[in-house]
């Protein structure tokens, strides 16, 4: 006997007596490259359930357009100088983690430091730019906005949030710089790895001391970044006792591009709500080209490879071993690549500036997924179950993949090791070969897909959802409006500690008191 | 203009391919009283759905009946001894909370530990005659159950998951005898009161020092309950290394009786679900009886009240104080009062012992709760939006109804003080001449409905979803399995501050020795 799930009949009466939300006015301070690429499809789906949406730009953005037939878009004059910063800090991570400088950890660890602030320091100035348009400020604040919809590894929407006193709503993973869940949920050390240390939730000693040492530094980092690239804007914008960190927190809802079957499963809040995998839907028929390359295949099948949004090439000699080992292959290749073409490609591989990645990944000719672990890719290749050859380049990417290795869905290299001996090809006839692969990706698919909700349905209902209460204080918890050490119960062990240690020297010294009373009495007896 | 949710478009494409689940076997080891309520609920949902129901009762069980048209029941022998001495505990509790007892703090604290652990004992007894009925055992073995479903207010059902070997499903708020979430998510004392505290989230100082006291103390109270009641049988059934507490966390699915309009915002976990009001539900018509009487209010309107399953009756002194209160009303009174009728009754007062309470807080002329705080009745006012005068009795229903207060839909009052001056009589008035209590009830129960889900939908769904996946082990954090000292990082931070002492100490000493050796040489060379 097969039934319908709990949940269709709920759907049945909600469809019959639909509940309707006001159209809103949602004003967006976005941000770059994969991040912008998230936001435009929550944005898409806020647009079609006939929101209105304003974004402001920078006139330098790499991403977001100057016109759209969908939102409102401001433009703020910025330099060029910044956006570049942006690309060689890029660059550097690169070389940084192929092994081509020659630094120490600590010289690499300020010199990342450094450039971090330098990069936030640049987006402030696009903070800046908005606020000194003293033409755009009167029109944000006449219009009225319902919310504010900013992803936090940049600061600008959360200070613009407080000055026009809007409810915010975050499309977040990362917070400048760290892992959003450490900023709001507690997040015991002991089984939660820090993002760049390569550690599982199942960490040996060892691990588990560097991991603090890894939390110490991130934290180092964050402070500094928030000091120097944000703080003197809120302090000269909005008024002393306006800190930068406790309007992170006042956030209303925390739209996480995760969930835990991507994520280790750890302690969360209830403005948290998970959208990992949003951007994943079932794939449409592939266009032409892209059509008669797969189908030409045969049984072997396709391989797909891209660097994501950020990387435009690599360096040749990589490119070089890359290609030569695609050409061994019997299966089929296309090769997401942006630079020059190497002059050893193979017959099978295609090179293109773009694909339907998410369509690709849902064909079912596609046997594997070429990745650097971008959350983006990694949410796809689990939507399809496809199984991943990982070649994680920086930040996050190598974490990522670690995430689905750990569940046996993926082999991973490195960037320092992928064009020595044979091991990029026998990664990649490891995967194709062995079924483990692919049935653990096919098992993440299942349990992602197994949701009460379409994770961008969500993301739009709780948008909606603050538009309806003016916010979601209701779900804010207090522990974001308590200094540390009452967190911690600090004061209240100090206090205990104390009272006990008097009441134990006042026992102490009465009873030595007593002893010598005593004593004096006895000799005087004598 | 005016737009569908987000979620429309998706979930009229559920229904377009509804996605099928196999019909499950469930095995439910059920408690008493209003917890029984609760689980027949979720247990009538799961068998429309065309799930089949097993349910192991106690042979004395007050609330689950021996036949039933919709489950399959198991009756297991157990002692009326048992059952009786869990009513005395009832009246010694009312005793207490009325000042009746003349028992100090520490011996009413002493004296009710020793009553848990006793009761305890007694649903241990009912665990052991399940164990020791061995055709009923090999009956639950052969049946293949798809997992355990149970409330681990009573460890039967904990016990028996283990022992069967299957997934195993909380219907929680109470854990024998702490509040769910302290048994599985970080809980920072210092916005996070204790049950009985009678705090809020916003706690002075002196607040914070005692609520740790408390947590202490039901921590004392939950490791004798454990120690005594059921590791025993642990001990014997599932042999050494099954660790009680440890089989508590091992739970798939927590389906936790809560939400955040509710609960005061906190740490939660991601195998957490809140189905909070999954009971409550559109009014139906009232019954003829009833609908005479609320029709005949006038505009005045009705007040319901009613003290819950457990108490069956209050002393008699209070009972003609609130007969006589009732009155002197120009509203109808409604009153759900098992116990003698007190000979001072208005005429505009109906006393039965039982009503359509979901039905009747639905009705437009009902103005006025009149509640003694247990979960289901706070989450039913809230559902309908209407305002309460709060009469707990023990337990955890002040800290309910302060829940209630403190959002400003509430009016509190004591069982000492219930009696004494106009107290009761003020509090009504007062309740339903201020608009703002209805006022604050009603933007709660708007908060409360803007669910991307129904509750009750949403607890099937988590069972199925463990049904279908053998499990939710993804959901389960690495915390569960680490001894409290990893936990919390103990062992680093001893081995860090070892290593600094070390450090520090040999730098002390090499300076030393040094600072001699220069010495010497400069007293020889003198």
Request: aromatic share 12%; charged share 20%.
């Amino acid at each position: 006997m097969r039934v319908l799930y709990g949940c269709s009949a709920l759907l049945l009466l909600v469809i019959l007596a639909p509940r309707v939300c006001e159209a809103g006015k949602i004003l967006v301070f976005p941000s770059e490259g994969s991040h912008w690429v998230n936001m435009d499809i929550i944005l898409q789906a806020l647009h079609s359930q006939g929101h209105n949406i304003t974004i402001v730009r920078s006139s330098k953005s790499w991403y977001v357009k100057e016109n759209s037939s969908c939102y409102h878009i401001y433009t703020v004059q910025v330099e060029r100088s910044s956006y570049q910063k942006l690309a060689n800090l890029m660059t550097e991570f690169l070389k940084f983690e192929r092994g081509a400088l020659s630094l120490g950890f600590l010289q690499m660890a300020v010199g990342m430091i450094g450039s971090f602030v330098d990069v936030h320091k640049i987006i402030g100035e696009y903070a800046l730019a908005i606020l000194e348009d003293q033409e755009l400020i009167r029109i944000l604040k006449d219009t009225k906005f319902d919310l504010v919809l900013t992803d936090p590894c940049w600061g600008t929407g959360i200070i613009l949030a407080k000055y026009l006193n809007l409810p915010l709503v975050f499309n977040v993973r990362w917070l400048t710089p760290i892992e959003g869940h450490l900023a709001i949920a507690p997040s015991p050390l002991s089984y939660i790895p820090i993002t760049r240390s390569g550690y599982t939730d199942k960490m040996t000693f060892f691990q588990r001391v560097k991991n603090i040492f890894f939390h110490l530094m991130s934290q180092t980092q964050r402070y500094l970044v928030t000091k120097l690239a944000y703080q003197p804007i809120c302090d000269k914008y909005l008024g002393p006792g306006n800190d930068f960190n406790d309007m992170v927190l006042d956030a209303d809802i925390w739209l996480m591009r995760a969930d835990f079957v991507f994520e280790y499963p750890r302690p969360t809040m209830p403005n948290v709500v998970y959208i990992g995998g949003f951007q994943c839907k079932p794939p449409k028929p592939l266009p032409q080209p892209f059509d008669d390359f797969v189908q030409s295949s045969g049984e072997h099948g396709v391989i797909i490879m891209s660097l994501g949004t950020f990387v435009s090439e690599l360096p040749a000699d990589i490119t070089k071993k890359i290609s030569a080992v695609f050409a061994e292959l019997p299966q089929k290749v296309i090769w997401k690549h942006k630079g020059a073409k190497p002059d050893n490609l193979g017959n099978n591989t295609l090179v293109v500036d773009w694909m339907p990645q998410n369509d690709l990944l849902g064909h079912p000719k596609v046997k594997l997924f070429v990745a650097h672990g971008g959350t983006n890719g990694v949410q796809e290749a689990i939507y399809h179950g496809v199984p991943v050859v990982g070649l994680p380049l920086f930040f996050d990417q190598y974490d990522n993949l670690l995430r689905l290795k750990e569940r046996g869905g993926a082999k991973l290299l490195t960037i320092q090791t992928v064009d020595k001996d044979n091991n990029f090809l026998e990664a990649i006839q490891e995967v194709l070969n062995e079924p483990s692969y692919t049935l653990s990706m096919q098992r993440l698919s299942r349990l992602h897909r197994d949701q009460p909700m379409e994770p961008l349905d969500n993301a739009v209902f709780w948008i909606e959802h603050v538009m309806r209460h003016k916010g979601a204080n209701h779900l804010k918890a207090e522990s974001y409006r308590l200094p540390w050490y009452v967190y911690h119960s600090v004061d209240v062990i100090v206090f205990v500690a104390g009272a006990v240690l008097l009441f134990l020297l006042t026992v102490f010294f009465s009873i030595r008191c007593l002893y010598t009373v005593m004593c004096k009495r006895k000799v005087k007896r004598n």
